[in-house]
């Protein structure tokens, strides 16, 4: 049932006519069925486009699952990598305090700082 300029006739009609004052039963049960066509056309016209809106809502909402797991991932390995920086850190410290106890060592058995390496 397409709406049409006859029914849009009608339809205008009707509601003049209930302007000037109430409708009758038959009017009024008219009046509500003209809605409910123009309603329904409506519907019809307004599908695809719902159609296409709700296949997008779902694409963007697979696409945030598929970025928030990726952001989720990343952060596991920026997680990761400043536990290795730190690791890394402590033991280079550790190092650092070995040669100096190494060097404290020589000092003291030799009476000088050893000589650096070429």
């Known amino acids: 049932m397409r709406w049409n300029e006859e029914k849009s006739r009608r339809f205008q009609a009707l509601r003049e006519a ?25 519907a019809d016209d307004l599908r695809p486009a719902m159609e296409r809106a709700q296949a997008r809502a779902g694409d963007l909402a697979a696409e945030k699952a598929r970025l928030e797991a990726q952001a989720d991932a990343l952060a596991r390995i920026v997680a990761e990598q400043e536990g290795l920086l730190t690791d890394a850190t402590a033991y280079l410290q550790k190092l650092r305090d070995k040669s100096a106890a190494l060097a404290e060592d020589y000092r003291r058995l030799m009476g000088h700082d050893p000589v650096p390496a070429r």
Do not use: H
Request: glycine share 4%; no cysteine; net charge negative.
């Open 18 to 42: 209930e302007v000037q004052g109430p409708l009758t039963d038959a009017e009024r049960a008219e009046i509500n069925r003209l809605i409910d066509e123009l309603d329904a056309d409506e």
